[in-house]
């Protein structure tokens, strides 16, 4: 089992690149589209510069639906 993905604290600052290469290995275009475009994991901008909490990017990757499930519905709107 290759352990480098599981080595960290939830409250680490990753760049993308550390990102990249220590818990969601997609490239940095699919980062940067999900960033400006949404549905990517949350991250958060300091002197201009992003980073992801490895925390919340773990959190992240688990709530993805698993290959075949299909994504929950969202709730229908009430009746007004």
């Known amino acids: 089992l290759d352990t480098r993905f599981r080595q960290g604290r ?3 600052l990753l ?3 550390q990102a990249r290469a220590e818990e969601l290995p997609l490239s940095v ?3 940067n ?3 400006l475009t949404g549905g990517g994991p949350p991250f958060v901008r300091i002197s201009g ?3 992801y909490r490895r925390g919340e990017l773990r959190a ?3 709530a993805q639906p698993r290959g075949g499930e299909q994504p929950e519905a969202p709730a229908q ?4």
Do not use: G, L
């Open 49 to 51: 510069r992003v980073f």
């Open 33 to 35: 589209k999900k960033r």
């Open 10 to 12: 939830d409250e680490d």
């Open 77 to 80: 709107a009430e009746a007004r």
């Open 60 to 62: 992240w990757i688990a």
């Open 29 to 31: 275009a699919w980062f």
């Open 15 to 17: 760049t993308v690149q």
